[in-house]
């Protein structure tokens, strides 16, 4: 009798937990390579969600960043993930290398801006963009956002630079050397990135800002950018200046219903936090406004219902299309 019992007792402990199992949901976050900063962010995020949104379960998944987890949003292999805002257009409009298999994503919010930087030494005596004709410049690095972008850009305004090829390390070594005039680099929030910081040290530079004229041809012409002004302060006597960027996002497959697309967005934004820890440009960031202020895809209804409870007004390119 005891060992029925016994077996009774184990049998309800496990069709309990079978419940319990059943009843809870489980996300697969897809972010990026581990050696990078948005890896550790993606760390953070995933346990907030676990810690914050009850019957939610998420863990994050090393993934090749926005085109790879594009692709596994579009087959259901993740369910949100790290999307560039520039290439999460081109992937819902079917453009460029998403032609004839574009990606149906919702915007749950933007936790970075990555301003685009067209930094020179000074004295190779370009004093504005469209001076950039035939001068030695690297875009960025080979395969990255900020290549594509910058030649999407250069060709939007009609200027035809000397590209120069390489990796970060290379480029900065010419640029020290006087080889190459200068580089495209993302920067860290209103920041320039460290690399631009070491060239500094001991080879003055200068950073080119767009035009009115020119940031009007880029509004127009590519509405998967933003045109961004950056203050004084960037580094040591760079003056305020205007650039394009693209912010880095957090997508998710249409798929996830609305209510848990809403806790997430909820508890990420009450929770800054783990996250400035994690990744240093979230701090002080107003994440919400920086979401409606570059997204670039419709957002999801539940992200779209915590915005509008905050009195936030959704432009209407971000407005849900359920």
């Known amino acids: 009798m005891k060992t029925l019992l016994t077996a009774a007792a184990a049998s309800l402990a496990m069709l309990a937990f079978s419940s319990v199992s059943h009843a809870e949901q489980r996300l697969l976050i897809g ?34 960043a926005t085109v790879d987890n594009l692709r596994r949003l579009s087959r259901d292999q993740v369910d949100l993930g790290l999307v560039t805002t520039n290439s999460g257009y081109q992937a819902y409009q079917g453009l460029g ?18 301003p685009q930087n067209v930094v020179l030494r000074e004295d190779a005596g370009v004093s504005k963009l ?30 035809e630079p000397d590209y120069v090829r390489g990796s970060t390390s290379d480029v900065v070594s010419a640029i020290k050397d006087g080889r ?25 530079i200068t950073v080119l800002g767009l035009n009115d004229a020119q940031a009007a041809t880029l509004r127009e012409q590519m509405p998967e950018v933003a045109v961004v002004d950056v203050p004084a302060g960037a580094a040591e006597g760079v003056p305020a200046y205007k650039t394009w960027a693209f912010g880095v996002a957090v997508h998710a497959t249409p798929n996830l219903d609305e209510e848990t697309a809403y806790q997430i967005v909820k508890a990420v934004m009450e929770n800054p936090g783990p996250q400035a820890n994690a990744f240093s440009a979230i701090k ?19 992200a779209a219902r915590y915005y509008r409870e905050q009195g936030l007004e959704i432009p209407d ?3 849900p299309v359920e």
Do not use: C
């Open 130 to 159: 469209a001076g950039l004709d035939g001068v030695r410049l690297n875009p960025g690095i080979t395969g990255s956002a900020t290549e594509a972008t910058t030649e999407a850009v250069m060709q939007a305004l009609g200027i």
């Open 180 to 204: 190459i005039a200068g580089y495209v680099k993302s920067g860290v929030g209103d920041r320039l990135d460290g690399s631009t910081m070491d060239i500094a040290t001991f080879t003055p």
């Open 317 to 319: 390119a971000l407005k």
């Open 284 to 302: 002080g960031a107003d994440m919400a406004q920086m979401t409606l202020k570059v997204g670039s895809v419709p957002l999801h209804a539940g």
């Open 31 to 64: 972010s990026t390579s581990s050696s990078s900063s948005h890896y550790s962010y993606f760390v953070a995020v995933n346990q907030i969600i676990n810690d914050q949104v009850e019957g939610v379960s998420s863990s994050v998944a090393e993934t090749g």
């Open 97 to 114: 290398e998403f032609e004839g298999r574009a990606v149906d994503s919702r915007l749950l919010w933007v936790y970075t801006v990555a």
